[in-house]
């Protein structure tokens, strides 16, 4: 039976009155502490029922917003991972003379499309060409030091022939024809050095017409000219001296025919992805277009600061209208459609893969082991950790592709208090 609080607090009154007999001491405290127990416990069980859990540890949460681009993804089941990156030229250069020099003529503009060869800018050439004609006039003089070398030596020949048969027939000393071949060597050892002089002549008019030809800049390969850096005028060198008024480009020479995309993936999905894998790939320019395209490469190492690792993507169609530096969203597609990814379980229900949707950057956690990436849903006043996979980082958050449903709630801090199935007390943002 019950005992109500109003009558305990009867028990504990001091009957007055002289007919009642006095109680022994003993048993009436004995009472007193009965009923004292009794008012503690039941107000010990109102506190436990009425006052909040105090291991309920308290959270900020977020609601998971649908992504505005769902509607235009990938058909499910397609999509391995999403990635975001920009429209790189494998094949670029700058222009730039071989020698410094002020630039006299200019051929090119912005946009303009070169052939490989083309001469697309020339420098001032008159102290080249004068180098030259000095070059010129030097292998002359050789030419004709040669030549008159060549008849000494072509004169001097039949005299020290026939001094040699008078010095047979004793006519002339031992003494003087041995005088006659010195002077016959030294004719041949001219015509050795003017050879020689002619080679070197021959040498700096070389130089000096490569000269002459390094102040022509010609296009590398065929290509757009994306930008010009210098005017008719300036002075242009192929090294920067340290100044602000010497150029050392001329314009930017892009290969349209080399272009490819760029891209950042978390280095927990690259094992998902493969040389020669399709991709879908869509430009920031032309959202409504999705263009074919197909991984080239895995670059072989990770960046430490973002934990990403680069992945270069061709298109597979060629068109004017990708330029590069755009914007692009790459989604990584399997060789066939595949069943959807299976979702962790919750005493909620099952996650839905409806569409992507958007959540906070911090609200991803990634596990240690295996490197799951996962976020914690709050579910009633517990929370559940729930595996997701991740799109790509847009500007209003980050993308799940799978694991969340819009309208969730996901935890936001306190993470090195949780655990799976933990009690919070959240406040939404």
């Known amino acids: 039976m019950t005992v109500s609080k109003s009558e305990l607090l009867k028990q504990l009154r001091v009957d007055r009155s002289g007919s009642t007999p006095t109680a022994p001491a003993e048993p009436r405290l004995r009472r007193a502490g009965w009923g004292l127990a009794g008012i503690l416990l039941v107000g010990g069980s109102l506190a436990w029922v009425y006052l909040p859990d105090s291991q309920a540890v308290p959270v900020k949460a977020a609601v998971v917003r649908p992504s505005a681009d769902s509607d235009a993804g990938t058909p499910a089941g397609g999509m391995v991972v999403e990635a975001t990156g920009y429209v790189v030229a494998r094949r670029e250069a700058t222009l730039a003379p071989k020698v410094a020099g002020r630039l006299d003529r200019l051929f090119i503009e912005e946009g303009s499309q070169v052939t490989a060869g083309t001469v697309v800018a020339k420098l001032d050439d008159s102290n080249a060409l004068a180098a030259l004609r000095q070059a010129q006039g030097g292998v002359r003089l050789a030419e004709a030091t040669l030549e008159q070398s060549r008849l000494a030596l072509a004169n001097g020949l039949p005299q020290y022939k026939r001094e040699q048969e008078q010095a047979e027939a004793g006519f002339i000393s031992a003494q003087a024809l041995q005088t006659r071949k010195s002077e016959y060597d030294g004719l041949r050892a001219a015509v050795s050095v003017s050879e020689g002089s002619l080679d070197v002549a021959r040498g700096a008019l070389a130089v000096a017409q490569q000269a002459v030809e390094d102040t022509v800049v010609k296009a590398p390969f065929t290509g757009i000219v994306t930008s010009r ?5 300036e002075i242009v060198s192929p090294i920067s001296s340290g100044g602000g008024t010497i150029r050392t480009g001329i314009a930017t020479l892009v290969d349209m025919d080399s272009l490819e995309v760029e891209v950042d993936v978390n280095q927990n999905f690259i094992q998902k992805l493969r040389v020669g894998q399709p991709a879908s790939i869509k430009l920031d320019a032309y959202p409504d277009r999705k263009i074919a395209g197909q991984v080239v490469a895995v670059v072989p190492t990770a960046s430490r600061s973002k934990g990403t690792v ?25 060789d066939r459609p595949t069943a959807a990814a299976p979702q962790a379980a919750s005493t909620a229900g099952t996650a839905s893969n409806a569409g992507r949707v958007v959540v906070p950057p911090e609200s991803v956690q990634t596990g240690a082991e295996g490197g799951a990436t996962y976020v914690y849903v709050i579910v009633g006043s517990k929370i559940n950790r729930r595996d997701v ?25 306190g993470f090195d208090k949780l655990r799976d199935g933990a009690s919070v007390n959240a406040s939404d943002l």
């Open 310 to 334: 680069k992945v270069r993507l061709g298109f597979k169609d060629k068109d004017s209208r990708i330029l590069p530096e755009m914007g692009a969203h790459v989604a990584f597609l399997t």
């Open 389 to 413: 996979l991740l799109g790509s980082r847009e500007r209003d958050g980050q993308v799940i592709v799978s694991g969340l449903s819009a309208g969730d709630r996901v935890v936001m801090s």
């Open 229 to 233: 850096a210098a005017q008719a005028g």
